[in-house]
């Protein structure tokens, strides 16, 4: 499929780069520290916001007498954060993303991801990726599957949003994608193609190529 589009707007995790034995062995050891293991056994880890994860597992937290759940939320954050972005063992890229990014210019695209602007930096860096446009969870108020971070995307990138390509694999993502009014596509690198929903399904970017024109960026996917 060819697609004509102003600007591309990449998750990170799970589309770019894969960083989930990071997060599975940091989020497992703060869920041992907060005492809330059974709980976190039944949370959805991607593509969320830590602040998203923390506040569904607050409920379950074991806090001491007279303390609101609720009052421990900074320091949980600051915790998982602290572990993220000390732990980026084994973040590596995913197949297609260096030969994808380096053949558009770097205000043709941007990366949209649900991570603080700490982790993000750290998790890029550890891949030599260092996006001139970053839209982290610092920068918004309502993450995906709200469109508010790729819109935020196109207003710095100074596009329509209609005239994006959105790429992602998570279900929420892809959801905060059509929101936005951008075309969207699915990457299979994290959840199967029948459980996504998109204008095109491809394995990974290895299936994308894109040239730069005078006018935007022309794609050519394998979907």
């Known amino acids: ?15 770019l780069v894969s960083s989930m034995d990071s997060v599975h062995r940091c989020w497992s050891r703060w869920a041992e520290e ?5 709980a976190f056994a039944e949370v959805e880890l991607h593509g969320r916001p830590a602040a998203d994860i923390v506040a569904d597992l607050l409920p379950a937290m ?10 421990r939320a900074p320091e949980a954050l600051a915790r998982i954060e602290e572990l993220e972005t000390q732990d980026v063992s084994g973040v590596v890229l995913l197949p297609g993303t260096r030969a994808l990014l380096d053949s558009l210019p770097a205000d043709r695209w941007a990366v949209v ?3 603080t602007r700490k ?23 309502r993450g995906k599957p709200d469109p508010e971070p790729f ?9 329509d949003p209609a005239r994006c390509a959105v ?39 290895s299936a994308v190529s894109a040239q730069a024109t005078a006018d935007g960026v022309e794609i050519t996917t394998a979907g």
């Open 1 to 15: 499929m060819k697609l004509s589009v102003d600007a591309l707007l990449f998750d990170n995790d799970g589309t």
């Open 34 to 38: 907060y005492g809330v293991t059974e």
């Open 62 to 71: 074991a806090v001491p007498p007279g303390v609101e759940p609720w009052g």
């Open 113 to 115: 991801t649900s991570a």
């Open 119 to 141: 982790l993000a930096e750290a998790r890029l860096a550890a891949v030599g990726i260092r996006p001139k446009h970053l839209i982290t969870a610092d920068e918004i108020t």
């Open 151 to 159: 819109l935020l995307a196109a207003r710095h990138l100074g596009v």
């Open 167 to 205: 790429f992602e694999d998570a279900p929420a993502g892809l959801a905060a994608g059509r929101a936005a009014g951008a075309t969207t596509v699915a990457l299979t690198t994290t959840a199967p193609a029948e459980e996504l929903v998109a204008d095109v399904i491809v394995p990974d970017l």
